[in-house]
């Protein structure tokens, strides 16, 4: 079946440093791929997407680029604040089944220190 | 805008109890999920609703879970008897008709039992 595959955390970075975090999938079919965010004591957030190869998601630094000949959508910001530590959550649309529905990866916590 | 909302934000019981968890969507939402999350581990969608509808309840225990939307509005998710498995964040989202891919998440329902 589909499935969302993500680097394991924590990953802990200096502020101001540059994150990347890994994300591939497996998915018969063309999903599209989203990056979530739950911040601390809070509900998941879309935090971007992307709906066909190529496409590159972006939101307040983040961007993730969907690459499709390595099954990818890897989520990456320039220079990381404190206000960035958060668990963050890769994953794809699914319809098999006949219905729409999301399928997440496990997730990864990411602490930013000043 | 009211995000949504749930209650009990924790719960504790011993194991044979029942427990229900209760959520209320954002105002004008008419697609409603439920999911559960284990720890270290990403959302898993149990039931989602169209209106009052449950239009995908595949992934529901239903020997011991159940769930309702009476009024097309807020929703219940029932555990009877509660096992020590189900000690999990039980997530409830929200979305505008054919929007699944943007959905808007609660804060959740941690539950444990013991």
């Known amino acids: 079946g589909n499935s969302v595959t993500q680097m394991e955390g924590p990953v802990t970075l200096s502020e101001e440093a540059f994150l990347t975090i890994n994300c591939t999938y497996t998915?018969?079919?063309?999903?599209?791929l989203f990056w979530y965010v739950q911040y601390p004591g809070e509900g998941l957030q879309l935090l971007l997407k992307?709906?066909?190869?190529?496409d590159k998601g972006s939101n307040k630094g983040f961007e993730a680029t969907y690459r499709k000949e390595t099954t990818s959508f890897h989520l990456e910001k320039g220079s990381v604040q404190v206000s960035d530590s958060a668990v963050y959550f890769c994953?794809?649309?699914?319809?098999?089944?006949?219905?729409?529905?999301?399928?997440f990866g496990a997730g990864t916590r990411l602490a930013v220190h000043p | 805008e009211a995000g949504v909302v749930q209650s009990p934000r924790y719960k504790i019981i011993e194991k044979k109890q029942p427990v229900a968890f209760w959520c209320n969507p954002i105002?004008?939402?008419?697609?409603l999920y439920w999911y559960r999350q284990n720890l270290g581990q990403g959302p898993e969608l149990l039931i989602r609703?169209?209106?009052?509808?449950?239009?995908?309840d595949s992934q529901l225990p239903k020997d011991r879970f159940s769930a309702e939307r009476l009024k097309g509005v807020d929703s219940t998710l029932k555990i009877q008897p509660a096992e020590l498995g189900d000690s999990a964040v039980y997530l409830c989202?929200?979305?505008?008709?054919?929007?699944?891919?943007?959905?808007?998440f609660g804060p959740g329902t941690r539950l444990t039992v013991l």
């Open positions: 992307a709906t066909k190869a190529d």
């Open positions: 994953a794809l649309s699914d319809r098999s089944g006949g219905y729409n529905k999301l399928i």
């Open positions: 998915a018969t079919g063309y999903p599209s």
């Open positions: 609703y169209e209106n009052e509808e449950a239009v995908d």
């Open positions: 105002s004008g939402h008419n697609t």
């Open positions: 989202a929200s979305s505008l008709e054919g929007q699944f891919n943007e959905q808007f």
